[in-house]
């Protein structure tokens, strides 16, 4: 158990539909990094938050946003799901005020029918 | 821009073979390498870290991986693998990048070690 929890493990969704992702740092992680793993793309990073702001982006798309609020949790906001948004997301935490190592949760099983 | 490659996707090796897995990176500063494992069905998980000092660094699971400044390479290494082993490794790198910290990925190589 690597101390970051994700929430819901599985959502199963339609095309053009909405969801939210949650994910809640280890305790004393200020920064959170989301990462979409998917068997065409590999494990591709998406964005990360550092104490409530967002600090770095990857290959994020436009339809895609995140949050990071007060008490750190992070959510992830898909919208105008496509059938290629199906994949595993997953969330990780650190330090990050120096570079570290960082620890995964157990990720959402995103399918979008 | 940062980059990370592995160079191979799937391995298969019979237990007891011996294992090498190539990562190389491109980035011209200080840089932190990682490997993480994710067995199947699981989360990623800390195989080995290097941060400085001794550039053979051990892990768990009798990994150990060699950072080769010059070559801009950490392979990692195991000299008997278990069946247990099979799963994605995937070599990271973290760098100092306009004030925050950056993580690249590599694509993961798939190992499959066959009892």
């Known amino acids: 158990d690597s101390g970051v929890t994700q929430t819901p493990k599985h959502l199963i969704t339609a095309t053009g539909q909405r969801v939210t992702l949650r994910c809640s740092p280890r305790s004393g992680d200020l920064s959170v990094y989301w990462y979409q793993q998917s068997l065409d793309q590999g494990l591709q990073f998406l964005i990360q938050y550092y104490n409530g702001e967002e600090r770095a982006k990857g290959n994020i798309l436009e339809r895609f946003s995140a949050q990071q609020f007060p008490d750190l949790h992070s959510e992830l906001n898909l919208s105008s799901l496509e059938l290629g948004d199906s994949a595993l997301y997953f969330c990780?935490?650190?330090?990050?005020?120096?570079?570290?190592?960082?620890?995964f949760g157990p990720g959402t099983r995103l399918t979008v029918l | 821009a940062q980059s990370v490659s592995q160079h191979n996707h799937h391995v298969i090796l019979s237990e007891a073979a011996s294992l090498e897995l190539g990562c190389n990176y491109s980035?011209?500063?200080?840089?932190?390498l990682f490997w993480y494992v994710q067995y199947p069905g699981q989360h990623l998980q800390l195989l080995l870290k290097?941060?400085?000092?001794?550039?053979l660094v051990k892990g768990i699971k009798g990994f150990e991986a060699e950072f080769i400044k010059s070559k801009f390479s950490f392979n990692l290494r195991k000299p008997s693998v278990q069946w247990s082993d099979t799963a994605e490794y995937f070599c990271?790198?973290?760098?100092?990048?306009?004030?925050?910290?950056?993580?690249?990925f590599g694509t993961g190589t798939k190992l499959q070690v066959i009892p």
């Open positions: 980035y011209g500063g200080t840089v932190n």
């Open positions: 290097y941060f400085s000092g001794d550039p």
């Open positions: 990271a790198v973290n760098a100092q990048s306009g004030g925050y910290q950056k993580v690249t």
């Open positions: 990780a935490s650190s330090v990050a005020k120096r570079l570290g190592e960082q620890f």
